[in-house]
T-cell receptor, first 110, second 113 residues
Framework: QKEVEQNSGPLSVPEGAIASLNCTYS??????FFWYRQYSGKSPELIMS????GDKEDGRFTAQLNKASQYVSLLIRDSQPSDSATYLC??????????FGSGTKLNVKP | EAQVTQNPRYLITVTGKKLTVTCSQN?????MSWYRQDPGLGLRQIYY???????DKGDVPEGYKVSRKEKRNFPLILESPSPNQTSLYFC????????????FGPGTRLTVL
């Protein structure tokens, strides 16, 4: 079982719609949770971090964490074609090791 | 400008020829890390360092070495590269305080023939 699991996609949404990206993790001791965006050929760029249960909003992005279900999600409201990228879920465990999911490819169609 | 730099950005080499990929950060971060990214496997942590002279193995450390003699630098060493180490490599750094949000370098694309 992988430490962090994501649906590889592609996830296709029309421009202006809400994109919902999901991630599950296996280590209950995980401390911190991150969403990164990666454009093809580029390095990952941090979008959101979340550390406690509930929702965290930043502009068009909302991260949701449910530690009991070991589930993290990212909602992108009013999706734009420029949001088309691969989204990586990352988890930091108790020993400061980071685990990344293999990413979900998002296509936002104009 | 706050940044993580890596060199070289592209490297083609042959099996067995020792190489070093450098990583440097100017943010005074304690935590530094190396990853490799392969299609379908995502980012996998090779080694990480909590501070100077403190390093530890990540998920896929075999065939790699690291050192942390200075806070800003964290070189990745491949003593005897093999074709299965052909990959895209990223260095990242973060502060030890707070949430450990990592900032990534631009990547090094390595091909081992």
């Amino acid at each position: 079982q992988k430490e962090v699991e994501q649906n590889s996609g592609p996830l296709s949404v029309p421009e202006g719609a809400i994109a919902s990206l999901n991630c599950t993790y296996s280590d209950r001791g995980s401390q911190s949770f991150f969403w990164y965006r990666q454009y093809s050929g580029k390095s990952p760029e941090l979008i959101m971090s979340i550390y406690s249960n509930g929702d965290k909003e930043d502009g068009r992005f909302t991260a949701q964490l449910n530690k009991a279900s070991q589930y993290v999600s990212l909602l992108i409201r009013d999706s734009q074609p420029s949001d088309s990228a691969t989204y990586l879920c990352a988890v930091r465990n108790n020993f400061n090791k980071f685990y990344f999911g293999s990413g979900t490819k998002l296509n936002v169609k104009p | 400008e706050a940044q993580v730099t890596q060199n070289p950005r592209y490297l083609i080499t042959v099996t067995g020829k020792k190489l070093t990929v450098t990583c440097s950060q100017n943010m005074n971060h304690e935590y530094m890390s190396w990853y490799r990214q392969d299609p379908g496997l995502g980012l996998r942590q090779i080694y990480y360092s909590m501070n100077v002279e403190v390093t530890d193995k990540g998920d896929v450390p075999e065939g790699y070495k690291v050192s942390r003699k200075e806070k800003r630098n964290f070189p990745l060493i491949l003593e005897s590269p093999s074709p299965n180490q052909t990959s895209l490599y990223f260095c990242a750094s973060s502060s030890a305080s707070g949430g450990n949000e990592q900032f990534f370098g631009p990547g090094t694309r390595l091909t081992v023939l």
